[in-house]
């Protein structure tokens, strides 16, 4: 008798580059949010793309049982996480290794264009205005990274590729990382802010206005971690007094932004639809990571980028 | 009887910050465009800041003597030389050492802006749209940087820090240098030309449309040189052919570019008034560093940067 073929279902609503490797090796089915809690009792493994939904911390609790892996092409895995599924034997893995150098990549394009003040040159070709303008160098300047997993270190040696003194800060102090204590001190001196944590109960509403208030006047803050790790009005009650010079975000605490949010129109704030990780190649490397875990978890080797459930993160090195 | 102060004649029209060391040591003489032929007689040394004048060449053939020394507070001395100038025996000088960096930057900006797809994003804010876009990873993609000196080995040596594979052209080929033979080759396969070289009779008008028509259909094509490097309505036909995928001048033809010209308004291509080199510190820096080479100067010592007046740049390294 042959083993079973195991059941992947996949939460996403465009079709996935590169799992067509898997066939005859999985049964492949696809799944809307809607359709997830009647879904899930049948599936071996879940995988998640649609990582911008919430499908799967609402249809966890329900009945029956549930996959023994659960695999979201994303860093963060707080979009997923629930008291129910922290609780079970379900093994959750991210996708880690995917994301690190585009991430680093869009913090250099938005440091660099705002060094070089970049949305102003384009303002002025529109206005066919001639103007030169002085800028900043960004070689000297200082960043404070807060995040000290793959993605922050990442940002980190890119910056100082770009001789931009720059300290990482993570939740406890280790060799080049400094602890939340040296945080204020870093925040103060720094010319660039860059939230790169992921999102935890130590970690929501961490950037606010107390926050703010320690930065330069001529200071940027940067998100590319998760939306609710800054407490948004406060962001736009600094940038409208000047508390610090200018701002960009690349998540938000509800999204999408709506038409209507004020934060389409905060002076000196660049809004990003979440594209820092999103390259070219972004699905692809993803199908293909994907693949290859489920190699190995059909082999029955252990997983890598396992999360810690009550942490909300892949811990270590 | 105490040496005879020299007379340093000062072309520009803003007031130059760090020249105040040299009081008492020079005579320092304020001139415009119009006032330079009549003053050039009395001066011993001429500083030249306002290096988008032709001044200094419409000047030069003039009657009486000439300064001994000409420095001028740029990289490139297009703008200066002229045949009686190069037949003379006045040193000319010019600021290397001041611009790489900052170029270096700018050339970065503006390749991880075009990568990330930034001024899209500054369009759908302006537009309250919420568009999720898959942007270029910029590590592993290949920059082709055409000039060899200070100023291109420091664009080279930034790209690579961001992981691009680049390949650096000059005059004549030595190690780590393509010679222009393989000029066509490198640009056939570059992701990223850039124009880095100084303005001389061998490079006027080389990016031309054959050039272009060599590069690739999604390559981009920056130049922080100088303007007549390029054919500019060869690029502009090359954009509208779709040739090429965008492109970014630093630097034009005729500056300022007048407000009726059709560049301002190509589709894919990004006008930057001349500031590559421009920062903060830009102005000082260039004033620390003539009131160095004054030092040497007056001292009789060997000026640095010295200028091959041939060639039309200072060779070597």
Chains 1, 2 share one sequence.
């Not at 023994?68 to 997923?80: E, F, I, M, N, Y």
């Not at 893995?93 to 869009?106: C, D, K, L, M, S």
């Not at 070089?116 to 206005?127: A, S, V």
């Not at 860059?194 to 330069?216: K, N, Y």
């Amino acid at each position: 008798m042959p083993t079973p073929v195991p059941t992947v279902l996949v939460l996403d609503a465009e079709p996935l580059p590169r799992l067509g490797r898997l066939t005859g090796r999985a049964r492949i089915v696809h799944t809307d949010a809607a359709g997830l809690a009647e879904r899930l009792p049948s599936a071996d493994v879940l995988l998640v793309w649609d990582f911008t939904s919430h499908a799967v911390r609402e249809a966890w609790p329900g009945v029956g049982p549930r996959p023994r892996w659960v695999h979201t092409a994303s860093a963060g895995v707080d979009h997923l996480m629930c008291p129910s599924l922290a609780a079970s034997g379900t093994v959750v893995t991210n996708a880690r290794g995917i994301f690190e150098q585009p991430v680093a990549e869009y913090v250099a394009a938005l440091v660099l264009a705002i060094a070089k003040d970049l949305p102003r040159t384009l303002d002025l070709q529109r206005e066919r205005t001639w103007r030169h303008r002085e800028t900043r160098r960004l070689a000297g300047t200082r960043a404070c990274v807060v995040g000290s997993g793959p993605i922050g270190r990442t940002i980190a040696r890119t910056l100082k590729a770009l001789d931009v003194t720059t300290a990482l800060v993570g939740r406890v102090p280790r060799t080049g990382i400094h602890g939340p204590g040296d945080l204020d001190r870093l925040m103060s001196r720094a010319d660039w802010v860059i939230a790169a944590a992921p999102l935890t109960e130590q970690t929501r509403g961490m950037f606010d206005i107390r926050c703010f208030g320690v930065m330069q006047p001529s200071a940027h803050f940067i998100n590319v971690g998760r939306g609710p790790l800054v407490v948004e009005e406060a962001l736009a009650e600094a940038l409208a007094k000047r508390w610090i010079a200018g701002a960009a975000l690349d998540v938000f605490v509800e999204e999408p932004l709506a038409p209507g949010s004020p934060l389409w129109r905060v002076p000196g704030l660049i809004v990003c639809p979440p594209q820092s990780g999103g390259t070219g190649g972004g699905r692809a490397e993803n199908g293909v990571q994907f693949v290859e875990m489920f190699e190995r978890w059909a082999a029955g080797r252990p997983l890598v980028n396992v999360v810690d459930k009550q942490r909300g993160y892949v811990p270590g090195r």
